[in-house]
């Protein structure tokens, strides 16, 4: 390897996007390479066990698979200007946006590619078939997109997009819009000058999905134009430069956002918790599938039903584990703002049973008196 890192991805992938934009923030010796057919053949599926992108490969050889721990890993061998906040409510809110955007945004990312993809069929399904046909005719390349991204597709209405929720989705990401549109008119990024772990999270969806698919780019450069030059700056940052807001502040503008996330967001975050907890009871020992059937959501006031995804706790018991590892006294200092972001009571329901990851599985480890 020429560079000291390597990211293999795709242009079209959520999470791509997101180590991407951080790789370049902090300005590291790196490399993309297309994850083509023959990549996934004689790499990903022989390290990492399954079709998943992006990873990330060292000059040594060591993998590192999903974007969460390949920041973690970079981090700790490059500190210098942390996407990290040092103080504790800054820190916990950004934890728990980048929670927001891995595991919520999902929804109407994925709605918005699949559900209008007769609006964006030559690019979306030619993205796809680039891939395994690099230097195919577009039709060739449609058509094989069209076999390729069959996998993903099926996945939308085990998200909870159906005919009954898609108003919904589409009302809640157009309030999301609107409240980040406003934010960004006045910060450049979520807590400052700089990005944090909040703002990579957000860009996975809001980038590879809703800002560049050509249907929902067009809603968003008209609608919300703040937050597609958000993107803008994320995907091509001033390297290792700014700084988070002084003395701990949240800015105002982000409160709906905060607010929003616990309305949305926690019910079903909990609904998970309790499922993967009894699902250890009946299966002592065993690793955790990333679906354990489904359970009834809400969004936007209209009720309807939804994969459990197991996976999901494991991003929740970041911003967890960092709030109960603070002192009373920082706990005591955070609860009224907690209390009115509408995270407090969700941080304080006690996780019987934690998740951790190890090689791509999930394994629940340890119960919680």
Do not use: C
Not at 74 to 99: C, D, G, N, W
Not at 240 to 252: K, M, N, R, V
Not at 308 to 322: L, V
């Amino acid at each position: 390897m020429s560079h000291e890192y390597t990211i293999y991805g795709a242009d079209l992938s959520y999470y791509t996007g997101k180590i991407r934009a951080y790789m370049r923030y902090k300005n590291l010796d790196w490399e993309e390479k297309a994850s083509t057919l023959d990549i996934y053949q004689k790499l990903i599926l022989p390290r990492v066990g399954a079709a998943i992108i992006p990873i990330l490969q060292t000059r040594d050889d060591h993998i590192v698979q999903d974007t969460t721990d390949m920041i973690d890993y970079l981090e700790s061998r490059h500190p210098e200007s942390s996407i990290y906040p040092t103080t504790p409510l800054q820190k916990l809110v950004a934890l728990m946006l980048e929670f927001y955007g891995d595991e919520w945004l999902v929804i109407p990312a994925m709605h918005y590619r699949w559900n209008y993809i007769d609006q964006q069929k030559d690019f979306v399904l030619g993205g796809f078939g680039r891939l395994g046909n690099p230097n195919g005719s577009l039709e060739e390349q449609v058509a094989l997109g069209e076999q390729m991204s069959a996998p993903f597709q099926g996945v939308v209405k085990k998200l909870g997009v159906t005919e009954n929720t898609i108003p919904a989705i589409e009302a809640s990401y157009h309030e999301l819009l609107d409240i980040l549109n406003q934010h960004f008119s006045q910060h450049p990024f979520l807590l400052g000058t700089k990005p944090s772990i909040g703002d990579y999270g957000l860009l996975g969806p809001l980038y590879a999905h809703l800002g560049r698919d050509p249907y929902p780019k067009a809603e968003m450069q008209e609608r919300a134009p703040e937050v597609f030059a958000w993107i803008e700056r994320m995907n091509n940052p001033a390297p290792l430069s700014g700084e988070f807001l002084a003395d701990d502040e949240i800015p105002t503008t982000l409160i709906p956002l905060l607010k929003k996330m616990s309305q949305e967001q926690l019910p079903d975050t909990l609904s998970v918790i309790q499922h993967n907890h009894q699902w250890l009871q009946d299966n002592p020992g065993g690793n955790l599938p990333r679906q354990l059937g489904n359970h009834d959501f809400s969004i936007g006031g209209i009720t309807d039903s939804r994969m459990i995804s197991s996976y999901s706790q494991w991003m929740f018991q970041r911003a967890y584990g960092f709030y109960h590892g603070l002192s009373d006294d920082n706990k005591s200092q955070l609860e009224v703002a907690l209390n009115d972001y509408g995270f407090l009571d969700a941080l304080n329901t006690p996780i019987k049973t934690l998740v951790e990851r190890k090689t791509g599985q999930l394994e629940l480890v340890e119960a919680v008196q």
